[in-house]
């Protein structure tokens, strides 16, 4: 059982560029989030789904798309990345609304 | 939407001492609370949790407080260790309804001093 697993860990980008952060669990968890974590400005959500085939904007959605075709699967898209995306990003999912999260681990992105 | 307000965004205690954290939120029909903790380099993991039925719970050295009327809650950590140091984020469930959503606050830094 390994979780959420979150891939790369790590990555660079240059400004325009797009590309895709991934997102696995394997606990079977309907509800699924990406969050950004900027210093000072705690967890910001960026889009969240409530099961396959179902998504939704959160706080912070603009220059980022998801979708969601598998139980298991959220993968985040940057479509054309800015240097204000620069941040550390988090998947996140949980059995039913109203308990907690489990996170991934994270990954940091910069933006150039 | 709801709002978290979280405070202080610094604390620094003595080891063995106690340390509290307090966070406020705004919207009445927010039902669960969770706080997690999130060491360097790593994703936030759920310490302890409450939902607004109860008003005290306690694991170990750690405790959650909730005042509905007040609209805030607290996390007591009792007999602090260095292992604690380690920034605690607060949240509130989505009062909207079945989102699964949660609203985080700001984040506090924990410094543990041996």
């Known amino acids: 059982n390994a979780g959420v697993t979150q891939t790369p860990k790590f990555q660079v980008l240059k400004t325009g560029q797009s590309m895709t952060l991934q997102c696995a669990q394997d606990?079977?968890?309907?509800?699924m989030s990406w969050y950004r974590q900027d210093p000072g400005m705690g967890l910001r959500l960026i889009h969240y789904?409530?099961?396959?085939?179902?998504?939704d904007q959160g706080e912070v959605p603009n220059g980022y798309n998801v979708s969601r075709s598998t139980t298991e699967d959220f993968p985040l898209r940057l479509l054309s990345a800015a240097p204000s995306q620069t941040s550390v990003y988090f998947c996140?999912?949980?059995?039913?609304?109203?308990?907690?999260?489990?996170f991934g681990s994270g990954t940091r992105l910069t933006v150039v | 939407g709801e709002n978290v307000e979280q405070h202080p965004s610094t604390l620094s205690v003595q080891e063995g001492d106690s340390a509290v954290i307090k966070c406020t939120y705004s919207?009445?029909?927010?039902?669960?609370f969770p706080w997690y903790k999130q060491e360097l380099g790593k994703g936030p993991q759920l310490i302890i949790d409450?939902?607004?039925?109860?008003g005290e719970k306690k694991d170990q050295r750690i405790a959650v407080t909730l005042n509905k009327t007040a609209k805030h809650f607290s996390l007591h950590i009792t007999e602090t260790q260095p292992e604690d140091s380690a920034v605690y984020f607060c949240?509130?469930?989505?009062?909207?309804?079945?989102?699964?959503?949660?609203?985080f606050g700001q984040g506090t830094t924990l410094q543990v001093k041996p």
């Open positions: 996140a999912s949980s059995y039913e609304t109203g308990t907690g999260y489990t």
């Open positions: 606990m079977n968890h309907e509800y």
């Open positions: 789904s409530v099961g396959a085939g179902i998504t």
């Open positions: 919207d009445s029909a927010s039902n669960y």
């Open positions: 409450i939902r607004s039925n109860v």
């Open positions: 949240a509130a469930s989505d009062p909207s309804g079945n989102t699964g959503k949660l609203i």
